[in-house]
């Protein structure tokens, strides 16, 4: 396991191994999603005053056991269908972003729960809980 800080204000990320994310320095990131099995780690920042959400590909979290480049073609597959599914009441693609080691989607920031948090919900949980934010998302009319 590597520490690596974050963002201007330094925030602790741990990955299986090290990646540059100088890419963050000129924001601040106050929040950071990284248990995802995804192969993405996301990021909270504030930028110019105003909040976005980062779905990042190219590092490797202690949950993710995939191939990175993987994750990253995926990622850069799934900026299609954000495109694809653009409607004013989900969340805005605003751009995308490539780094050295990685790929990026930005998003603007809406307050709102993770749909797929395993930290959270078994998988039986997260399709049966009435308390798990799947659940209730496909309950809606």
């Known amino acids: 396991m590597v520490k690596v800080c974050i963002g201007s204000n330094k925030l602790l990320l741990e990955l ?18 990284d248990q995802q099995d995804s192969g993405n780690i996301c990021f909270g920042i504030i930028e110019n005053d105003e909040r976005y959400f980062i779905k990042y590909a190219g590092a ?11 994750a990253i073609k995926r990622l850069k597959e799934a900026k299609k269908v954000y495109q694809h599914i653009d409607h004013p ?3 805005q693609c605003i751009g995308t972003f490539q780094t050295e080691q990685g790929y990026g989607l930005k ?24 308390d798990s934010p799947f659940v209730k998302l496909r309950s809606l009319s």
Do not use: Q
């Open 16 to 33: 299986r191994e090290y990646h540059d994310f100088n890419w963050l320095k000129a924001v601040k990131v106050f929040t950071v999603f």
């Open 60 to 70: 490797r979290n202690l949950e993710y056991t995939g191939d990175i480049k993987s």
């Open 89 to 91: 009441l989900l969340i």
């Open 107 to 130: 998003f603007k920031w809406v307050e709102g729960e993770c749909m797929h948090n395993h930290w959270d919900f078994t998988p039986f949980e997260k399709y049966n809980s009435p």
